[in-house]
């Protein structure tokens, strides 16, 4: 029997160069788009595309790639977050009837729904992993940009994020920034970021806080994507599974 896909292409928007050095001691590791080509499931991945927007990241990551003998499916290209049309030509390179696993990670808050919606459209069967930088960027700057005039840059920032301004005319989100109440404002951004990805026909979502850094959100329009997501996040990046 055929079938109904023809592999997995693996995508990240903000790749980096591909080693990340650890600022506690200085050790070097590898960093995401490394450490996926240096994986085993790397043999099951059709096509893997990195996007990153600095040329010169791009350039290192191309030569480690080379260095891996890897180019024959990993490429690294130029591409910004805020072009949905410049990201859309590149992911049109992609194999067609395929899966596809989308990982972006980027630092703040910052990439426009617009830019989610256009990814959504164009590869039509994918899952999303998000980085949400709720611990740092949310954490920082919501309680002023709800109630602070000066801060109208962050809040415009956030409603390209959200895809409307629909947040800040909430009455509760008022009320919650008077109060400082700074964990609630956190659990509705993202909710109000759920809710708009469940538009798109992500139904199947989890939000898995890293530290008091950020949250890695995982949207899926199928529930096996879930569940796969759930069985990964039960392992520990020094491969042993976690207890509960
Ligand atoms: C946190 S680093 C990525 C780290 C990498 N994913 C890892 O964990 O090894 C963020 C990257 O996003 C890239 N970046 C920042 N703004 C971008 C944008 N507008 N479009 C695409 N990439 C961007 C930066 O050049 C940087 O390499």
């Known amino acids: 029997m055929k079938s109904r896909w023809e592999g997995l292409n693996y ?20 960093g995401t788009a490394l ?3 240096n994986h085993p499931i790397f043999g ?17 990551l191309t030569k480690r790639i080379n260095a891996l003998n890897a180019s024959n499916k990993a490429v690294a290209r130029v591409g910004d977050y805020m072009d949905p049309t410049g990201i859309a030509k ?12 989308c990982f972006v990670d980027p630092t703040q808050c910052d990439v426009p729904f ?20 709720l611990g740092t960027d949310v954490t920082r700057n919501i309680v002023g940009a709800i109630l602070d005039t000066s801060f109208a840059a962050v809040r415009k920032k956030y409603a390209s994020f959200l895809g409307s301004e629909d947040f800040f005319n ?43 850094y950020y949250h890695l959100l995982f949207a ?7 569940e ?6 039960a392992i520990g990046p020094d491969n042993q599974r976690e207890m509960f």
């Open 11 to 30: 995508i990240e928007i903000c790749s980096g160069l591909g080693r990340c050095v650890i600022r506690d001691d200085g050790r070097e590791i590898d």
């Open 90 to 101: 590149l992911l049109n390179t992609l194999p067609s009837g395929c899966l596809n696993l």
């Open 170 to 212: 909430r009455d509760d989100v008022h009320s919650f920034a008077m109060q400082g109440k700074n964990e609630e404002l956190r659990r509705a951004f993202v909710a109000e970021y759920l809710q708009g990805l469940d538009r798109l026909g992500f139904r199947y979502v989890d939000a898995k806080p890293v530290k008091n």
């Open 114 to 133: 617009e830019t989610i919606t256009g990814i959504a459209k164009i590869l039509r069967k994918v899952d999303f992993i998000i980085n949400v930088a």
């Open 35 to 37: 450490a996926i080509i």
């Open 44 to 60: 099951l991945i059709k096509k893997a595309l990195f996007i990153d927007y600095s040329p010169k990241v791009v350039d290192t």
């Open 228 to 233: 796969f997501w759930k069985k990964a996040c």
């Open 220 to 226: 899926s329009g199928n529930p096996k994507g879930l």
